[in-house]
């Protein structure tokens, strides 16, 4: 069946950047989605990356995608204490007839002052 | 703009109890979906509805039940309450697949079941 994986934590300094890395198992999957998730509260969308596209920059983030790996990273640039969170990976299953996301584990990541 | 609202945000349950959790959104979306996080966990898909009237079955359906008459509206039943359903439940809409249609999370409802 379908799997994604993350590892459980990271914790960097401020102003520093952030790698999260995600594997995923599906290769039918059109979209990569990265989620937030802060303290109580339900899950964000930060971004997101098409299939056919090796990268995506937005404003300090970048995401880049290996299909041959089915490797997904998301890099937070100039990382602040309020970008400490849960980052999720997701794909979208089901050959987007149905929009199903498989999520991962979550990411921890801790930014130190 | 309320988005996804769900109800309650905290419930205690004893065993064998039954409740329903409330999810409505006020963006007219076709999609809804409900998950359940367990701690350390990712999001696992429970069920899931493409419009009204419509409901499937997703990942870990045993124990639920859940109903769609209306587009607004998604609510989440449990009969029989176990404990191996203590979790963070969340609801979560879209407008429609095939395009980039990102689902929107409700602030999660936490269950626990003693």
């Known amino acids: ?17 952030s790698v999260i890395n995600c594997t995923y198992t599906d290769s039918s999957s059109t979209y990569l989605y990265w989620y937030k998730q802060e303290p109580g509260a339900g899950l964000q969308l930060l971004t997101y990356i098409f299939s056919n596209m090796d990268m995506k920059q937005d404003q300090r983030l970048t995401v880049l995608l290996n299909k041959k790996d089915k490797h997904l990273s998301l890099r937070i640039a100039d990382t602040q204490t309020g970008d400490s969170a849960i980052y999720f990976c997701a794909e979208n299953c089901g050959g987007g007839a149905t929009n199903k996301l498989i999520f991962g584990t979550g990411t921890l990541l801790a930014v130190q002052p | 703009n ?15 109890q039954s409740m329903t959790l409330q999810c409505t959104q006020d963006m007219n979306h076709n999609y809804m979906y409900w998950y359940r996080q367990d701690p350390g966990m990712g999001l696992k898909l429970i069920y899931y509805s493409v419009g009204a009237g419509i409901t499937d079955k997703g990942e870990v359906p045993n124990g639920y039940n859940v109903s769609r008459s209306t587009t607004e509206d998604f609510p989440l039943r449990l009969e029989l309450a176990a404990p191996s359903q203590t979790s963070v439940y969340f609801c979560a809409s879209s407008y429609s697949v095939g395009t980039n249609q990102p689902q929107h999370f409700g602030d999660g409802t936490r269950l626990s079941i003693l």
């Not at chain 1, 934590?9 to 102003?15: D, K, N, P, T, Y």
């Not at chain 2, 988005?3 to 065993?15: A, D, E, Y």
């Open chain 1, 1 to 17: 069946g379908e799997d994604v994986e993350q590892s459980l934590f990271l914790s960097v300094r401020e102003g520093d950047s």
């Open chain 2, 2 to 16: 309320a988005g996804v609202t769900q109800t309650p945000k905290f419930r205690i349950l004893k065993i064998g």
